[in-house]
């Protein structure tokens, strides 16, 4: 049985529901969306996307290599892991019957994803070193389907380990694959306003009121509902929490940046200027391992949650005129128009020059439409660089793909204009957030 990217497969569903999340927010006169968070968490996704690519390499590669390698099959004699189509029947009804050691066997493999991945999500908000990885899906102060897709491109990184008892028993790299994709596809649909509680089902399943609590930066929020689909795991160890009154979302420290790759990269920095300023090597190692806000006395102190009030929050929202935020927005939709195809081929030969130099234009073309959002100098010159590199590019393969590379070449040079008419809009230096306008 051939593995199904069920995540690429659900992408034109993510859109759909986030365009017609919009669309209810605007009928119900609510503001559930805004322009630059939203094209900031749909970058994080992206990226993730894009980095994914390359790190399977490392988490899905280590996992195949236990599993054939140092399994319990391969010392004692336990049967394998059934993972045939858990379905079958005629032409008319190809999914009419059950082949029950199949569907009861990936039915496990689903549950038993889901118990690792609490421990995964837990773990991540207990750990230092593993919430700067996960610290990207929390950055947002909205809190909308869009968020859902608002991942890290580095967590995977640090957390294969926790999947490896699958591994271990047998389970082929297919079922994992596939069970952890569908896990994530359920946690989409949980990440909106528009649903109230569910009755009985907050005993059962993780719900959009339940998550609202775990995107909570209220005390009391803080650290629960770590649960993927069933929220029985908080229930039994500990950490479930009902929603009261709505959460202020987002960090207990707000990252105030727009760019997708300092979301991503902002947890660990803090880490190393806290690492190196730790005097011993006990201090370090509990700069990495101890809970996210710890510090040695000397240092300060544990840094505690303070007490927030919706109606006192003030959002980070700096003004940005409607060119800029035009601009970013048609870049961004290339972005993504690119995206699609480029994932596909890269996923075939991730050593190729087409999948390395197009990742790295896909990572510097949504940093520097963070960097615009925010009127970043920087930006506008990496920006302006990158469009004339674009058509210059493109000419040169114009006779290759005559079409395609004028096309390419004529919105890179209208885009390069268009930037330029916008200079003197871009006056903030440096990536350090941005406090006042």
Known sequence: MDPVNVIELAIPFFFLMIFLEIGLGYWR???????????????????????????????LGIYIVVERNLSVQQFFDVPAVPYGAPFYGSDAFPYFGVRWPEFL????????????????????????????????????????????????????????????????????????????????IYQFWIHTRAVGKLGWLEYVLNTPSLHRVHHGVNPKYIDKNH???FIIWDIIFGTYQA??????????????????????????SDIVKNFRAARTLKDKMGILFKKPGWRPDYMGGYIAPREVKKSEYVKYDPPVPKSVALYALVHFAA???????????????????????????VLLSLANIGGLFELRRWAFYSEAARLATMAVGAVMTMREHFVIAAGVSVFAVVSLAWLVGMRNLFVNRGWEPITTM
């Not at 609510?30 to 996307?49: A, E, H, M, P, W």
């Not at 999500?121 to 809190?143: D, F, K, P």
């Not at 202020?248 to 660990?268: D, E």
Request: one cysteine or more; a negative charge; hydrophobic letters at 50%.
């Open 243 to 268: 929603e009261e009154e709505e959460p202020v979302y987002g960090l207990t420290v707000p990252i105030k940046s727009w760019n997708p790759v300092w979301a991503n990269v902002h947890g660990f």
């Open 227 to 229: 649960a993927g689909v």
């Open 335 to 361: 972005v993504v128009v690119f995206t699609l195809p480029y994932l596909k081929a890269a996923s075939s030969d991730v050593t190729s020059a087409f999948s390395v130099m197009g990742g790295a234009a």
């Open 29 to 59: 006169k609510k503001d559930f969306y805004r322009l630059n968070d939203t094209i900031s968490d749909l970058s994080c996704g992206v990226l993730s996307q894009v980095a994914g690519i390359f790190f399977k390499i490392v988490t």
């Open 105 to 184: 066997s990936w039915a496990a493999v689903f549950v038993a994803v889901d118990f690792l991945y609490y421990w995964v999500h837990r773990t991540s908000h207990e750990v230092n070193i593993l919430w700067a990885g996960h610290v990207v899906h929390h950055s947002s102060e909205e809190y909308n389907l869009s968020v859902a897709l608002r991942q890290s491109s580095l967590h995977g990184l640090l957390t294969w380990v926790f999947y490896m008892p699958l591994a271990l028993a047998g389970v082929p790299w297919q079922m994992y694959v596939v069970c952890w994709g569908l896990n994530l």
